[in-house]
């Protein structure tokens, strides 16, 4: 297994690339589908499954011009279905918890509301895609509709008691150098809101 990350558009969103066995799982492709198309087939990879954290626009922008490209459905948790500007034809929804498998591997989906009703964390093996729910030293925006901060206190308490060694991959590149890419046990060290999460939820109320 192999994950890309692609860095597009102007507010530094992800799309990850996970590589396994010659196919790939596309987590949030957005912004600028011709950089996408031209890793896919530099690598000779083939597209089985696309998932989406939640359904902000820039998360989702131009995805479906991709999605009809290689006649896929785009994975989004039910509770994000109204939120998406994406056409109803073009996606799947589904409810969180749930376990998916493709291109030989399992994929396991968290729910993890707070940014959103509906936002989601995806595990792959010991790597976790977080959305916009856990950034590098930061969490995700709850003065958004349809967020909400408690929502998220509890979802970060849930990330938090993962293990140490999870590698976390986060929606946006907002931290310094490789600011989309850390572990749980770098955040809980440097993160002020998921270190909180973990010692004093309590504080957490007064943060977000
Ligand atoms: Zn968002």
Redesign the pocket.
Same mark, same amino acid.
Do not use: V
């Given at each position: 297994m192999k994950v890309y990350t692609l860095m597009l558009g102007p507010m530094s969103n992800c799309t990850y690339i996970v590589e396994n066995q010659g196919q790939a799982i596309l987590i949030d492709p957005s912004w600028d589908m011709p950089a996408i198309y031209k890793l896919l087939e530099d690598k000779s990879l083939k597209p089985v499954a696309v998932f989406f954290t =939640?359904a =902000?626009q @820039? =998360?989702m922008t131009e995805a479906d011009k991709f999605l009809k490209k290689y006649d896929l459905k785009g994975f989004i948790e039910e509770k994000e279905e109204a939120f998406c500007t994406l056409p109803h034809e073009l996606i799947e929804t589904y409810k969180a918890p749930k376990n998916f498998e493709f291109a030989g591997l399992k994929i396991e989906v968290i729910l993890t509301p707070g940014?959103?009703r509906g936002s989601v964390c995806i595990k792959v093996d010991n790597i976790l895609f977080t959305g @916009?729910t856990l950034f590098v030293n930061s969490v $995700?925006r709850t003065d958004l509709p349809g967020a909400n901060s408690e929502s998220l206190i509890q979802s970060l308490k849930m990330l938090a008691a993962l293990p140490e060694d999870t590698i976390i991959y986060t $929606?946006h590149s907002y931290g310094l150098n490789e600011g989309f890419k850390s572990t749980i046990k770098q955040e809980l060290a440097t993160n002020p809101y998921l270190k909180m999460a973990k010692e004093n939820p309590k504080i957490l109320e007064d943060m977000l």
């Open positions: =939640h =902000h @820039d =998360h940014h959103t @916009d $995700g $929606g």
